[in-house]
Structure formats: structure tokens, C-alpha cells
Nanobody, 115 residues
Framework: QVQLVESGGGLVQPGGSLRLSCAASGSISRITLMSWYRQAPGNQRELVASISSDGTAVYADSVKGRCTISRGNAKNTMYLQMDSLNTEDTAVYYC?????????WGQGTQVTVSS
């Protein structure tokens, strides 16, 4: 059984920063892809950023230049550094990992950008 747990969400003022973390536990084989998604109220879940096993990262245009996805020193962790946050970044953020032949989702962490 694999479980993903996010942390680091919260309330931040416009222009502020947050760092989200995601850790996988359980029976973990090879992790081939790590991603962050987000879902705002009334919107579909959308990809924010992904990082492959070779370290290649891709970003949504809406966050490019403001967010950085990274893999932790522990092979089962990843991070999303978010800077220059604005109100449009308000959403529930989910981590996703391809582990072996399956995909796994975390439970989500709320990010609210408001003055």
C-alpha cells in the first residue's frame, strides 16, 4: 500500500511564498514521475509542474518563472516552491507519483492567497 502525504499549504498574502512537500510511504518501487496538480473551486484539476526521474521539469505557463519543482534527497519526496503568489493560485494542491505501474494521489493541501 502506497500513501502520499502533502504538507505546507496555508494562507499567504499576494506576493508571498509557500513551499509544498509531498512524501510517499509504503511499498515503493521505482518512481518515474512526480507531479503537482491543483484544483480551484468550479475548475478542473490542472497540472502545475512535473519532474521526471532524470530531473527534467515542465511547468504550466501560468506558474512558469514563479514555481520550482524538485525531488528531495530522499527518493520518495518532492517539493514545490511557489513565489510571487497571486489570488489565482488559490486552490487545493495535490501531489501525484507514478510508482511502478501505478499512479497515486495525495489527499491535497489547501493554498489560499488573500490579503
Amino acid at each position: 500500500q502506497v500513501q502520499l502525504v502533502e504538507s505546507g499549504g496555508g494562507l499567504v498574502q499576494p506576493g508571498g511564498s509557500l513551499r509544498l512537500s509531498c512524501a510517499a510511504s509504503g511499498s515503493i518501487s521505482r518512481i518515474t514521475l512526480m507531479s503537482w496538480y491543483r484544483q480551484a473551486p468550479g475548475n478542473q484539476r490542472e497540472l502545475v509542474a512535473s519532474i521526471s526521474s532524470d530531473g527534467t521539469a515542465v511547468y504550466a505557463d501560468s506558474v512558469k518563472g514563479r514555481c520550482t519543482i524538485s525531488r528531495g534527497n530522499a527518493k520518495n519526496t518532492m517539493y514545490l516552491q511557489m513565489d510571487s503568489l497571486n489570488t489565482e493560485d488559490t486552490a487545493v494542491y495535490y501531489c501525484y507519483m507514478n510508482i511502478g505501474a501505478r499512479g497515486y494521489w495525495g489527499q491535497g493541501t489547501q493554498v489560499t492567497v488573500s490579503s
